[in-house]
């Protein structure tokens, strides 16, 4: 058997040691902490598709990340599913705070700064299963948020990083084309291996997938429909509250004027 040619269509593939992967494994357990402790699953259908989208954020990483070797749009585009289902969850954890009347902290609460340093620090699923016991439900919604926020930043970086690649380096056709051509130089009295049958094969199967990215995309564009109509709603729920407050001669805190 001929030595393996690792240069042609290098097989990384690596996902674990991606802090946008390892935090996204931190997202997902404080969403089914968070689930399983302040909402009912018998009667909150925001249970399930909150850990749905929380899980869906991180297996697109994975997914994506282990297609890279042979398709660097297949990455991008899986890479942009998890980006748009981690924002879907974000919306659930902040239409939860205005649902229950509690605080989103924002920049220059000592809250929201001690948060974004801890989560900035930590990685690990360790530590946010330790801290969470001892945590109240605005504090984990808050927690959740800026895990995401820091994982969309992330993943814009890498998605970009990625397109960068594409645009210079093209994808698995010209991977291909780039790696026959190399061989027939370096064994020009040999057959090539790869036969027209295994390219046109492997083309199908390139295709097909391409196919099924389509319509990932296509429900990532009725989901995002579905988000804006929310935030929509949350808006008006949220002028709402205040005229209300107003009538009744209370501050936004809850306090008398």
């Known amino acids: 058997m001929g ?3 690792d240069q042609f269509l290098p097989q990384d ?4 040691d991606l802090i946008v992967y390892r935090k996204s494994e931190c ?13 009912d699953r018998r009667t909150d259908r925001t249970v399930d598709q909150m850990i749905q989208a929380a899980r869906s954020g991180k297996q697109n990483i994975v997914e994506g ?22 924002q879907e969850l974000l919306e ?59 994982v969309d930043v992330m993943l814009r970086n890498l998605i970009e990083y990625h397109k960068q690649e594409f645009l210079q380096q093209g994808g698995i056709r010209e991977e291909m084309t780039r790696g026959r051509l190399a061989y027939r130089r370096e064994h020009p009295q040999q057959q090539p291996v ?14 097909a997938r391409e196919a099924d990215i389509a319509s990932r995309e296509k429900a990532l564009t009725t989901r995002e429909a579905a988000l804006a109509r929310r935030e929509t709603e949350l808006t008006a729920r949220e002028q709402e509250l205040a005229r209300i407050l107003r009538l009744a001669g209370l501050d936004n805190n809850g306090g008398a004027r």
Request: aromatic share 8%.
């Open 13 to 16: 593939g690596r996902y674990d």
């Open 92 to 150: 659930d954890y902040k239409d939860y705070l205005a649902h229950h009347q509690l605080e989103l902290w924002r920049t220059g609460d000592k809250r929201y700064d001690h948060t974004r340093k801890r989560c900035r620090e930590h990685s690990d699923r360790e530590y946010y299963n330790g801290i969470l016991p001892a945590c109240s439900d605005e504090m984990i919604c808050n927690i959740a948020i800026t895990l995401i926020c820091q």
């Open 27 to 39: 997202i997902c357990d404080v969403t089914d902490y968070f689930c399983k402790h302040f909402l």
């Open 3 to 5: 030595r393996v040619n």
């Open 65 to 86: 990340t282990a297609a890279s070797a042979t398709s660097k749009e297949t990455e991008i585009k899986l890479l942009n599913v998890a980006k748009a289902s981690h």
């Open 194 to 207: 790869a036969t027209a049958t295994a390219l046109s094969r492997r083309e199908s199967e390139v295709t």
